[in-house]
């Protein structure tokens, strides 16, 4: 392998024009100590193949745009150092989701199922003047969850959202369920479980544990799910 050199191997497909997706091979230079993959994308990009399409915005970890699958794991291009990954990378869609072109799927579904659990305050109480205040160890519940910036990738890991993520919700909106019903101002608990107790909206999880190995932030979605499965057992007794 030339020390120079990074070889990267990519899903191309157009569903407009292709009959079917292809490997492409490119080689770009190893510019940079600390160069991440994204580094390598925008490099093809601007310097060789215009055509390659993928998503990025903030280059930092903090968008979730770039959600990919590189050599087999779905993770973050724009945080992965291309040192140290086996070479010709293999980067892919994230799998489970339609593809749109190249990189880039389609997250309209992944969204509408955040957007299933309320992902906001219910509070009925009037306003206060300043703010809804919590104790230093409320807000701590709410630790491990709030820093998700729903990237896709434990979702797209899952084997039970790729078989039943029509019903399914998945480990991304399973976390962000947890997360309000664990804020201490939120009241809207029961209607929240109601929503939740479903054989497949939530029981469809296998704790297989893909989501948390996917997080790129570290976060532990499988132990959000058990969280509302012991709500739900304690308000039944
Ligand atoms: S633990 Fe549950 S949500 Fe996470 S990957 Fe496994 S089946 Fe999916
Ligand atoms: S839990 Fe982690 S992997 Fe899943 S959407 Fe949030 S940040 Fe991304
Ligand atoms: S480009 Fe924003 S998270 Fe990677």
Not at 105 to 129: I, M
């Amino acid at each position: 392998m030339n020390e120079q050199v990074i070889q990267l191997d990519i899903y191309r497909y157009n569903p407009e024009k292709d009959d079917e997706p292809r490997m492409q091979h490119y080689e770009v230079p190893l510019s940079k100590k600390g160069m991440k993959l994204l580094d390598a994308l925008n490099h093809i990009k601007w310097h060789i193949d215009g055509t390659l399409t993928f998503r990025r915005s903030c280059g930092e970890g903090v968008c979730g745009s770039d959600g990919m699958n590189i050599n087999g794991v779905n993770g973050l291009a724009c945080i992965t150092p291309v040192e140290g990954l086996k070479q010709p990378v293999q980067i892919r869609p994230l799998p489970g989701m339609p593809v749109i072109r190249d990189l880039v799927v389609d997250t309209t579904h992944f969204f509408d199922q955040y957007r299933s659990v309320k992902p906001w305050l219910q509070n009925a109480r009037p306003s206060p003047e300043q703010e809804r205040l919590q104790s230093p160890a409320e807000r701590a519940e709410l630790d491990g969850m709030y820093e998700c910036i729903l990237c896709g990738c434990c979702t797209a890991s899952c084997p039970s959202w790729w078989w039943n993520g029509n019903r399914f919700l998945g480990p991304a909106a399973l976390l962000q369920a947890d997360r309000w019903l664990k804020d201490s101002r939120d009241e809207a608990d029961n209607e929240r479980l109601d929503q939740l107790e479903d054989s497949f909206r939530l029981y469809r999880c296998h704790q297989i544990m893909n989501c948390m190995d996917a997080c790129p932030k570290e976060l532990n979605p499988t132990k959000a799910i058990n969280d509302i499965r012991r709500r739900l057992l304690l308000r039944r007794r």
